[in-house]
């Protein structure tokens, strides 16, 4: 069967010197202007074979909401906590533009977004990311529950990520095929570890606090921080079999594009973004204008020799 015309154009990923470095749909934009969550550009994004990325926070029946803030008031039609808003009055709501229009796009609970999913043909290599935005002390047995029931059916497809590393444990033991991802740069851990510069020990660190993560999510100020101080945090979580995503190109432009270099020489797997597609076409760009300025003028045809030219 022929591949669908919208995967070989989809923002998928950038290669550098031969290195595959995927794109990471950051809250689910595949373009600067995309508003966050949507089901539209989620369930497009799995389709296409992404590595999308979602926010959850656990809402007052114990399950997980799709989004980032903890109020829904801006963006959403809602107004109050997450935590305080149940089920039903969740699935009222609907999602706004980044000029505060309504959207026909609906605020999605974990399940829903199961649901929404099994009606789609996702590629195999296709990864949704669920960022836990709190922390253990939030779950308990019905939270835990209620993610494993909702995403059984995509755990091939999932993994879980958070700056709480009991928490990533937790979920994970209860959904047995998710795959662990760890942020270790909250509570001011980048910050710190740039100050002292024991990159070893940040490094020994995260990898004991979350023994089984496959991708280790960093700070793009700390892994060129690091570098500029001499040491390559990739290469290193690379040395105890982990990825590393960078993160976050809010947009792009000049800087971004001379930061996402660096990140590209340092081998880096996966750069989150708010702007997949203009980083992908910056860098197409590029590539286009290196290989017209490489390519030499073929000199010109001198014509057969004459006798008095030999």
């Keep these: 069967m022929p591949r669908p015309p919208e995967i070989d154009t989809a923002p998928r990923e950038l290669t550098y010197a031969g290195h595959r470095t995927r794109l990471k749909w950051h809250r689910a934009r595949r373009r600067a202007d995309d508003p966050p969550f949507t089901g539209s550009r989620i369930a497009e994004g799995m389709r296409v074979g992404a590595s999308v990325e979602v926010d959850l926070l656990i809402h007052a029946d114990r399950g997980f909401a799709v989004l980032h803030d903890r109020d829904v008031e801006g963006g959403t039609t809602g107004t109050g906590l997450v935590s305080t808003l149940s089920t039903d009055a969740l699935r009222s709501l609907y999602l706004r533009d980044a000029r505060g229009r309504p959207l026909a796009e609906p605020v999605l609970l974990l399940e829903d977004l199961a649901d929404l999913l099994a009606d789609v043909d996702i590629a195999d290599d296709a990864v949704l990311q669920l960022d836990f935005k709190e ?139 708010d702007d997949p597609e203009g980083l992908q076409s910056r860098f197409r760009r590029r590539s286009r204008g290196s290989a017209r300025r490489l390519r030499r003028p073929r000199p010109p045809n001198p014509g057969p020799l004459r006798r008095g030219d030999r």
């Design 135 to 273: 922390d253990a002390a939030a779950l308990d047995d019905t939270a835990l529950s209620t993610f494993e029931r909702a995403v059984k059916p995509l755990a091939r497809h999932l993994i879980l990520s958070c700056g709480d590393a009991t928490a990533v444990t937790m979920l994970t033991d209860a959904a047995p095929g998710v795959r662990v991802g760890y942020d270790p740069c909250h509570q001011g851990a980048a910050a710190e570890v740039l100050r002292t510069r024991d990159f070893d020990a940040f490094v020994a660190r995260a990898v004991a606090a979350s023994p089984r993560a496959e991708m280790i999510y960093l700070e793009n100020r700390l892994i060129i921080g690091a570098r500029d101080n001499g040491y390559d945090l990739i290469a290193a979580f690379h040395a105890t079999g982990r990825q590393v995503d960078g993160y976050t190109v809010t947009r792009v432009d000049r800087s971004s594009t001379r930061l996402v270099r660096r990140l590209l020489e340092l081998g880096i797997d996966q750069i989150t973004t």
